[in-house]
């Protein structure tokens, strides 16, 4: 599940899929809309959902992948995640196939993916958040790949003159989700053992991007080893959770979390950052489900 258009192809590209959008090393307009460049026919492996969502897939020997560029924020996030999910359930109960691993993954041709089946069952073995993301300074540094170990949403609660309260400590639900410490540890150990060493820990969703120095600082001390900053992470995990399946959040670092300079931006880098961890991923996390931890 990505954000927009360029980093589900950088996705795509890195699992051996062709791209929707051109050359990588120069991606355009990175907040093109979701699906904008997702035109290909169902039969040729992309599936239309409900809201003008497509989803990609990506099939390779020993694993499937659904490609889904979901919108930017939280909320689109989570939304877009949900249909996806509730659409596959109801395939799989109409599927005398098992379910499929990896990122977002499914089984049987993709017009199985149908609307009108009901929602019932597991359909994944997993679901990642991946795109770029601002990257926590020197944590984090430029063209970094960052494995979430937590899912943290760092704007989801009430300022007070007191300071800043959770939405656990305002009792109305939760703000993180932990990702499986052995699924985390072992896509990190696969990144290493390609050669691009990943950091991991906390990936903050926020829903206004910070653009000061006094932000990211108040980030930074409210959550301790913040990795990298992003926006759609929590949404995703939240509808996974919904269904009873694992989530991991990958990110290539573009820019420093801190003062707005688009200037130091090095999304081009970032892009290609993330193909390339997902070239290694393709050929190991997701070649075995039975090794995902639930």
Do not use: C, K
Request: aromatic share 4%.
């Amino acid at each position: 599940m990505t954000a927009v258009a360029a980093e589900a192809d950088s996705v795509a590209t890195g699992l051996g899929h062709p791209a929707n959008s051109g050359d990588l090393a120069n991606p355009g307009d990175p907040a093109r809309p979701a699906g904008s460049a997702d035109t290909a026919d169902p039969a040729e492996g992309a599936v239309r959902l409900p809201g003008g969502l497509v989803v990609r897939r990506h099939t390779a020997p020993g694993f499937t992948v659904d490609i889904l560029a979901a919108g930017v924020g939280p909320a689109a996030a989570a939304a877009a995640t949900a249909t996806a999910l509730a659409v596959a359930s109801g395939s799989r109960s109409d599927s005398a196939s098992g379910p499929g691993p990896g990122s977002g993954s499914g089984s049987g041709s993709p017009d199985a993916l149908s609307p009108d089946a009901p929602a019932s069952g597991r359909p994944y073995d997993l679901v990642v958040s991946a795109g770029i993301a601002g990257g926590f300074a020197p944590r984090a540094p430029l063209g970094s790949v960052v494995v979430a170990d937590s899912v943290v949403a760092a704007d989801l609660g009430a300022q007070t003159p007191d300071g800043y309260l959770a939405v656990e400590e305002l009792g109305f639900g939760r703000s993180t989700h932990p990702v499986a410490p052995a699924l985390a540890a072992r896509i990190a150990r696969a990144l290493a053992d390609g050669g691009r060493p990943a950091v991991v820990g906390p990936v903050l969703t926020v829903s206004t991007v910070t653009g000061t120095a006094a932000r990211a600082a108040e980030l930074a001390g409210r959550h301790p080893g913040a990795a990298a900053e992003a926006m759609e992470g929590f949404g995703v995990a939240e509808a996974a959770a919904a269904y009873g399946v694992p989530v991991a959040e990958i990110r290539a670092v573009s820019n420093a979390v801190g003062p707005r300079d688009r200037a130091a931006w090095r999304i081009g880098e970032a892009l290609a950052a993330l193909r390339d961890a997902f070239r290694l991923l393709g050929s190991t996390v997701f070649v075995d489900p039975e090794g995902i931890p639930q």
